[in-house]
Every structure is written in structure tokens, then in C-alpha cells.
């Protein structure tokens, strides 16, 4: 297994995580990737740290807290081999301030965490996503206040934009709190959103990509056929409502392709997005799901090898899309070639 920095920080993970959203199955959308209980957790958290897996990602959204509590009993008495990321903001229940970005939330979010996986800290606490009704200052002085009780280690966020993420690090160095080092993200070969803008200011600021569903919420598991309908065993049809968005036309011709490079490689179609995916900057982890041994094995064996440079290029035109104002504006610029208007 390789391990690489998180972004500008001194932390080590491999570049293969494992995420928890297939443990417990409660609810519409969990229960459509998986309902893992924990012994199949445990078994599969061995094979895990057997391949050098060692971090594990979860949320306390996932399955109403029940993925957190799985994960904590597969890895008890282990816990000094493993890293655990968690995540909270998104509505834990009912009340007012059962959701958000707020120093009451966070502080019982992540105290409530701590019980549920039976430690007592988390390696890397993020953010689920933006709370723009709570001040910045207000969110990062309490992540500082939670780093320096010992409770976690690191801070990330999820799914913001670049604007967020910016203003959250000149906050942060403003008041010397501690700076996000990883943006967990969706990246996929049919969703290279995160190319735009985030891309390049995680290069610029030091924050490490932790990549999630990197096989474009099922999409890119070899299943998929054109013009036939899901396999009866996809989870898609219990969970495309809640991913990315992807039409049939882009999806297919970049299946087209991953296919093509598979049989070159002899290697599966889950196996080739996923190298391609380590080879973009700033990727410092990707977060795979399995709901079983088998799943889990095939998506290990997506690291050891590297595709081409011309796979690789092939690959990133078949998936390339038009670029949104004002990237498509910007892209090539150079004070010898600038911009017609």
C-alpha cells in the first residue's frame, strides 16, 4: 500500500481508505448500498488492515449513527492501528439545533461520535458541508478549541465550494487556528467538477483530496450496459436519486473506454477508474465502499500497477467535458496567448 501526506499536513494515509456507508442499512438511501452488522464489519476491516488499509471513514448521518457504532466495535482493540475520519453538520434529528456548523452542534456532534466508534479521539473531523448561517469564525474557533482538548487531530471539510473553502482558510490563518488539510469530494472519470476550481486551490493551499465515490455512485462497477436495464442487484435503484447527476450519453462513451483499457490492462472496470484516479493531483486518499469480501478484494487490486500515459490521456478524453464560465475563459491563458475578449 502507498501512503501519502495529507495535504500540507504531516499525517500519513493510504491511498485507499475504506468508507462505512454500506454498515447498518437503516433508512432509504443506507439501506440501498448496504446493511453490513458487525461481524461482517470486522471481517471486513481485517482484510483492510491486512492490505495496509488503515483508515476508515464515516458520518454520523450514516445509518442514524449506527455505521459509527459498527465501525467502533470491528475495530476495538486495534484502535492504536487505525485512523478513523468522521464527519458531522448534516441534521442529526429534530430540533433546531440538531444540524449546522454551530458551536453547539459541532461540540455535541463530535462528543456523541467519540461514544458511538468508543474512542476517545477522531484522526480527522470534517465538515459534511457548508453552513453559511453560522460564522466562519465561530465554526474554526471551535474545531481549534476541540484539537487543543485532544478530542481530534486533524480538520477537513466535504463537499465545499471553492469560495467556501478559501474563506475558511484565511479565517484560519487569521486567528492561527487550525487550516482544513483534506477536502473530502466527489471525483469520478464522469464527474471532474472538482477539476475546476477546487483542484487548483488545493494545490495552491495545501488541502488533500479524499475522493468519494470514485465510481460515480455505481455507475462505473462493470454492470452497466448500454441500452438494458439496472442489474436487479444495483444499488442504484434504491439510491440514484441522492448522487451526482450524469447523463447516458457521457456515461456510456467513457464506459467505452474504461472497457477498452480493462482488456488491455487485465483489469476490471472499477479497478481502471480508480488508478486513474490516483494519478490526479492532490488525491490523497479515495474512500472505497463494499458491501462484501468480494467487492473489497477487487477494489484493493486498483493500486500496485499504473495505466499508461497514453491510457491515462485517452481516458481524459473521453471524459472531458465543456468547461463552465469563467474556466473555459481562463484555460490555456498565458500572457502570450490571452483571452479573445
Same mark, same amino acid.
Given at each position: 500500500?502507498?501512503?501519502?501526506?495529507?495535504?500540507?499536513?504531516?499525517?500519513?494515509?493510504?491511498?485507499?481508505?475504506?468508507?462505512?456507508? $454500506?454498515?447498518?442499512?437503516?433508512?432509504?438511501?443506507? !439501506?440501498?448500498?448496504?446493511? $453490513?452488522?458487525?461481524?461482517?464489519?470486522? &471481517?471486513?476491516?481485517?482484510? @483492510?488492515?491486512?492490505?495496509?488499509?488503515?483508515?476508515?471513514?464515516?458520518?454520523?448521518?450514516?445509518?442514524?449513527?449506527?455505521?459509527?457504532?459498527?465501525?467502533?466495535?470491528?475495530?476495538?482493540?486495534? &484502535?492504536?492501528?487505525?485512523?478513523?475520519?468522521?464527519?458531522?453538520?448534516? #441534521?442529526?434529528?429534530?430540533?433546531?439545533?440538531?444540524?449546522?456548523?454551530?458551536?453547539?452542534?459541532?461540540?455535541? !456532534? @463530535?462528543?456523541?461520535?467519540?461514544?458511538?466508534?468508543?474512542?476517545?479521539?477522531?484522526?480527522?473531523?470534517?465538515?459534511?458541508?457548508?453552513?453559511?448561517?453560522?460564522?466562519?469564525?465561530?465554526?474554526?474557533?471551535?474545531?481549534?478549541?476541540?484539537?487543543?482538548?485532544?478530542?481530534?487531530?486533524?480538520?477537513? @471539510?466535504?463537499?465545499?465550494?471553492?469560495?467556501?473553502?478559501?474563506?475558511?482558510?484565511?479565517?484560519?490563518?487569521?486567528?492561527?487556528?487550525?487550516?482544513?488539510?483534506?477536502?473530502?469530494?466527489?471525483?469520478?472519470?464522469?464527474? +471532474?467538477?472538482?477539476?475546476?476550481?477546487?483542484?487548483?486551490?488545493?494545490?495552491?493551499?495545501?488541502?488533500?483530496?479524499?475522493?468519494?465515490?470514485?465510481?460515480?455512485?455505481? +455507475?462505473? $462497477?462493470?454492470?452497466?450496459?448500454?441500452?438494458?436495464?439496472?442489474?436487479?442487484?444495483? &444499488?442504484?435503484?434504491?439510491?440514484?436519486?441522492?448522487?451526482?447527476?450524469?447523463?447516458?450519453?457521457?456515461?456510456? #462513451?467513457?464506459?467505452?473506454?474504461?472497457?477498452?483499457?480493462?482488456?488491455?490492462?487485465?483489469?476490471?472496470?472499477?479497478?481502471?477508474?480508480?488508478?486513474?484516479?490516483?494519478?490526479?493531483? $492532490?488525491?490523497?486518499?479515495?474512500?472505497?465502499?463494499?458491501?462484501?469480501?468480494?467487492?473489497?478484494?477487487?477494489?484493493?487490486?486498483?493500486?500496485?500497477?499504473?495505466?499508461?500515459?497514453?491510457?491515462?490521456?485517452?481516458?481524459?478524453?473521453?471524459?472531458?467535458?465543456?468547461?463552465?464560465?469563467?474556466?473555459?475563459?481562463? &484555460?490555456?491563458?498565458?500572457?502570450?496567448?490571452?483571452?479573445?475578449?
Amino acid at each position: 500500500m502507498e501512503y501519502r501526506r495529507l495535504g500540507a499536513s504531516g499525517l500519513k494515509v493510504p491511498v485507499l481508505s475504506f468508507g462505512t456507508g $454500506t454498515f447498518g442499512g437503516v433508512g432509504k438511501l443506507f !439501506s440501498a448500498w448496504g446493511d $453490513t452488522d458487525v461481524a461482517a464489519a470486522r &471481517r471486513l476491516v481485517d482484510i @483492510c488492515i491486512d492490505a495496509g488499509v488503515n483508515m476508515f471513514d464515516s458520518a454520523d448521518v450514516y445509518s442514524a449513527g449506527a455505521a459509527e457504532s459498527i465501525l467502533g466495535e470491528a475495530i476495538k482493540g486495534r &484502535r492504536d492501528r487505525v485512523l478513523i475520519s468522521t464527519k458531522a453538520t448534516f #441534521r442529526v434529528g429534530d430540533g433546531p439545533n440538531d444540524v449546522g456548523s454551530s458551536r453547539f452542534h459541532l461540540v455535541r !456532534s @463530535c462528543e456523541a461520535a467519540l461514544k458511538r466508534l468508543g474512542t476517545d479521539h477522531i484522526d480527522l473531523f470534517q465538515l459534511h458541508g457548508f453552513d453559511a448561517l453560522t460564522p466562519v469564525d465561530e465554526v474554526l474557533s471551535t474545531l481549534d478549541d476541540l484539537v487543543r482538548a485532544g478530542k481530534i487531530r486533524y480538520v477537513g @471539510c466535504s463537499n465545499f465550494s471553492g469560495w467556501h473553502l478559501m474563506k475558511s482558510l484565511a479565517v484560519a490563518d487569521r486567528h492561527g487556528w487550525p487550516r482544513y488539510v483534506a477536502h473530502q469530494a466527489y471525483y469520478s472519470l464522469i464527474g +471532474r467538477d472538482y477539476e475546476h476550481e477546487l483542484m487548483p486551490l488545493g494545490l495552491d493551499q495545501g488541502v488533500g483530496a479524499v475522493v468519494w465515490s470514485p465510481l460515480g455512485w455505481g +455507475r462505473l $462497477t462493470g454492470k452497466l450496459q448500454r441500452g438494458r436495464p439496472l442489474p436487479k442487484d444495483s &444499488r442504484l435503484h434504491g439510491s440514484a436519486e441522492f448522487g451526482p447527476p450524469v447523463g447516458d450519453e457521457h456515461l456510456f #462513451r467513457v464506459l467505452d473506454v474504461v472497457e477498452e483499457v480493462a482488456r488491455e490492462t487485465g483489469k476490471t472496470v472499477p479497478q481502471v477508474a480508480i488508478n486513474w484516479l490516483l494519478q490526479r493531483p $492532490t488525491v490523497a486518499t479515495i474512500v472505497l465502499g463494499a458491501r462484501n469480501e468480494d467487492q473489497l478484494r477487487q477494489n484493493l487490486g486498483a493500486v500496485g500497477w499504473n495505466l499508461s500515459p497514453e491510457q491515462v490521456a485517452r481516458l481524459d478524453a473521453a471524459s472531458e467535458v465543456t468547461l463552465p464560465y469563467p474556466y473555459w475563459h481562463q &484555460r490555456g491563458f498565458d500572457e502570450r496567448n490571452p483571452p479573445p475578449v
